[in-house]
C-alpha cells in the first residue's frame, strides 16, 4: 500500500502546485522510491479535451489515449513515469461515473448524495494502483474554498481517516504577499486559508510558502505557530529563473526531508541528485543560442504549448545551446510576407492546432521554410499544412486543403490531401468514426506504433524503425497522394504498421524538414530530451554556425 501525500493550494491560484508536486515526485525518487503523481480537477468538464487551449492550456495526451491536464506532462517531465489515464480526473467524471452506475441500478434504494456516493468514487479513483508504489501523490485543481472543490476536499479528509494513521499528509501551497511601503511579508492570508482547511477537517501537516522575498526566520515561526505546522515544515518557494531548478532548490529548502519526517521515514535514505546537478548545469552553462519561430495560432497563452516550448528548452540541453522560443501569430502571413518575419531565425515549428483560422499562414510558413531551406519541424497540424503546401506548390494540386475546414465551413472549397480518418487499427481491432460523432474523446489517440523508411532521416535520427509516439487528430494524410509528392522528393518516412496513415514525411533536399502526425514533444524530458527536438535544435545550431 502506497504513502499518501495530498497537495492542494490556497490564498490565489497559479502558485505552481503542479510544479511543486512534480519536484516533490522527482526528490522522492532522487531517495529510492517509486512514485506516481495524480490531478483531481474540480470543473465539470469530463476532461479537458474540448477546452480552448486559451482557457485551460495545452492538452497534455497519455500513452492510454486519456486529454488530461498539463500538470500531468509536468509530473512526466520531472519523474519520467508515464501519466495514466487514471492520473487525472475532474468533478465531471466523477459524477458521470456516478450517474451512470445510478442508471444501472448499482444503488437502488438508495438517495444519491454528495457524502457518500460522490466521496466514494473520489477515494476509490485515488487508490487506483495504490499498491505499485511507495507514493502517491494527488494534487487537487483549484484553491480551498472554491466551492466545486469541496467534495474533494472532504473526500481527503475520510480518505485519511479511513487509512491507517501516518499513512497520508497533507501539503498545502501558498503566497506571502510582500507590501512594499511597509517592507514586510504578510502571513495573514496564509492564516485564513489554513483555517479554511481547518473548518473543512483538514490540517496540513507541511506548508509550502510562496514569496518574491527572503521570509525571514521569525515570520517562518510565525506562520508555524497561527498555523499549527512545525517551523521545519514552513518550507519557502522562492521564484526561480528555471522550472528544472526547483527539485534542487526544494531539496536545499528541506522539502523532501519534511515530507519523510512527516511519515517517520527515519533514518531518511539519502538522495542522490545526480540527475538534476547535471540539468542545471546544462541549462546554465550553455554555449550560445538559438532562435526558433513557433507559427501558431494560440500565440497568447504560453501554456498553450506547453510541452513543445519545454521539448524546445530540452533539444537546447542536448546540444549545450540556449533555444529562445518565440510565437508568431500565424495570421500575419495570411497579409503579409513571411520573409521579414522569419529571416532571423535558426528554424521553424509549426505546432498543432485545430480549425482553419491562421492554416494558411502555416502552411506560408512551411513554404518559406522548403523553399529557403531552413530547419522545419510541422507537428501535427504542422504535418499536415507541410503536405498541403508540397501538394499545392509542387503536386500539382492547387487547391489543396483539409476536410476539416470544408467541415467546419459547411462548404467544398478544397481538393482533401488531409481528409476525415473513418477507420483505424488499435491493437486488435478496428476503430470507426462517422462526421457527426460526439466530439470528445473520439479522436485518435494515445500512443501508436509507426514503421520508419530505413535509410530516412528519422530513422537516423531515432536510431531504430519501430518507434510509437502519441496521437491526438481526426485528420489525416491520404496515402494516395504520396507517389506524386515522392516523385517531387518528398519521402514517407514513417508509415502506421499497417502501411495505410502516414505518419511522418521529410523532404529529401533540405537540411532539415520533417513533419509528424504525432506529438513528439509529449514525451521529451529535461533528462531524457526527445530525438528530434535534440536533432532540431542541433540542425538550427549548424544553422546558426553557418550565419
Ligand atoms: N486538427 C488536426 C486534426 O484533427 C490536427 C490536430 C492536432 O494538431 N493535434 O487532425
Known amino acids: 500500500m ?59 495526451v497519455t500513452d492510454d489515449g486519456a486529454e488530461t491536464d498539463l500538470d500531468l506532462g509536468h509530473y512526466e517531465r520531472f519523474t519520467g513515469v508515464a501519466a495514466r489515464a487514471t492520473d487525472s480526473v475532474s468533478s465531471g467524471r466523477i459524477y458521470s461515473n456516478v450517474l451512470e452506475k445510478e442508471r444501472r441500478g448499482d444503488y437502488l434504494g ?18 487506483i494502483g495504490e499498491d505499485e508504489v511507495d507514493f502517491m501523490l494527488c494534487e487537487i485543481g483549484g484553491t480551498v474554498g472554491d466551492i466545486e472543490g469541496l467534495p474533494f476536499f472532504e473526500a481527503i479528509r475520510q480518505f485519511g481517516q479511513e487509512r491507517p494513521r501516518g499513512d497520508c499528509i497533507l501539503m498545502h501551497l501558498t503566497l506571502l504577499p510582500y507590501l512594499a511601503a ?30 518574491e522575498h ?31 531548478e526547483a527539485p534542487m532548490a526544494y531539496h ?13 521515514i527515519s ?19 550553455a554555449e550560445g543560442e538559438v532562435r526558433v519561430a513557433i507559427v501558431g495560432k494560440y500565440t497568447q497563452l504560453e501554456d498553450a504549448y506547453k510541452s513543445i516550448a519545454e521539448a524546445l528548452t530540452h533539444g537546447g540541453m542536448a546540444n549545450r545551446v540556449k533555444v529562445k522560443s518565440e510565437w508568431i501569430d500565424a495570421e500575419i502571413f495570411e497579409r503579409e510576407d513571411p520573409a521579414p518575419y522569419l529571416e532571423g531565425y535558426q528554424a521553424i515549428l509549426v505546432p498543432g492546432g485545430f480549425g482553419e483560422r491562421g492554416t494558411e499562414g502555416k502552411i506560408r510558413a512551411a513554404q518559406f521554410a522548403r ?47 488531409v481528409y476525415h480518418l473513418k477507420e483505424w487499427v488499435q491493437g486488435n481491432h478496428t476503430v470507426s468514426r462517422k462526421v457527426g460523432d460526439d466530439k470528445g474523446g473520439t479522436m485518435r489517440l494515445g500512443a501508436y506504433d509507426a514503421a520508419l523508411t530505413e535509410g530516412s532521416r528519422v530513422a537516423g535520427i531515432y536510431g531504430n524503425l519501430a518507434i510509437d509516439e502519441r496521437h491526438r487528430h481526426r485528420y489525416e494524410v491520404d496515402i494516395k497522394y504520396r507517389d506524386a509528392l515522392e516523385e517531387q522528393g518528398m519521402c514517407f518516412s514513417g508509415m502506421s504498421p499497417d502501411g495505410r496513415l502516414p505518419e511522418i514525411v521529410e523532404w529529401k533536399d533540405h537540411p532539415w524538414f520533417i513533419g509528424v502526425q504525432f506529438h513528439p514533444e509529449l514525451k521529451s524530458k529535461p533528462f531524457e530530451p526527445h530525438p528530434l527536438f535534440a536533432d532540431f535544435v542541433r540542425a538550427a545550431k549548424d544553422v ?4
Not at 448524495?113 to 479513483?125: G, L
Not at 505546522?229 to 514552513?234: E, H, K, L
Not at 531552413?374 to 506548390?393: D, K
Not at 494540386?397 to 476539416?404: I, L, P, Q, W
Open 214 to 244: 527572503e521570509i525571514p526566520e521569525k515570520e517562518r515561526g510565525k506562520i508555524a505557530l497561527f498555523c499549527n505546522v512545525r517551523p521545519d515544515s514552513v518550507i519557502p518557494a522562492y521564484d526561480l529563473k528555471s522550472i528544472y
Open 252 to 264: 536545499k529548502v528541506g522539502l523532501d526531508q519534511a515530507v519523510l519526517d512527516a511519515f517517520n
Open 544 to 547: 546558426s554556425r553557418l550565419v
Open 182 to 211: 511597509s517592507g514586510e511579508l504578510k502571513t495573514k492570508p496564509t492564516q485564513h486559508s489554513v483555517k479554511e482547511l481547518r473548518s473543512i477537517g483538514l490540517q496540513p501537516d507541511i506548508l509550502v510558502c510562496r514569496s
Open 110 to 127: 438508495k438517495t444519491i448524495q454528495v457524502i457518500p456516493h460522490v466521496t466514494n468514487e473520489i477515494k476509490d479513483w485515488i487508490s
Open 267 to 285: 533514518p531518511a535514505p539519502k538522495p542522490n541528485l545526480d540527475r538534476w546537478i547535471d540539468v542545471e548545469d546544462r541549462l546554465h552553462h
Open 371 to 417: 523553399e529557403h531551406k531552413v530547419p522545419y519541424l510541422g507537428i501535427c497540424l504542422g504535418m499536415q499544412m507541410a503536405v498541403i503546401e508540397a501538394a499545392r506548390n509542387v503536386g500539382g494540386v492547387k487547391d489543396a486543403g483539409s476536410e476539416e475546414f470544408d467541415h467546419e465551413a459547411g462548404a467544398k472549397r478544397f481538393t482533401p490531401v
Open 2 to 60: 502506497a504513502r499518501f501525500v495530498f497537495i492542494t493550494g490556497g490564498v490565489v491560484s497559479s502558485l505552481g502546485k503542479g510544479l511543486t508536486s512534480a519536484a516533490l515526485g522527482a526528490l522522492l525518487q532522487a531517495r529510492g522510491f517509486t512514485v506516481r503523481l495524480r490531478k483531481l480537477d474540480p470543473y465539470l468538464n469530463v476532461d479537458p479535451g474540448t477546452m480552448s487551449p486559451f482557457e485551460h492550456g495545452e492538452v497534455f
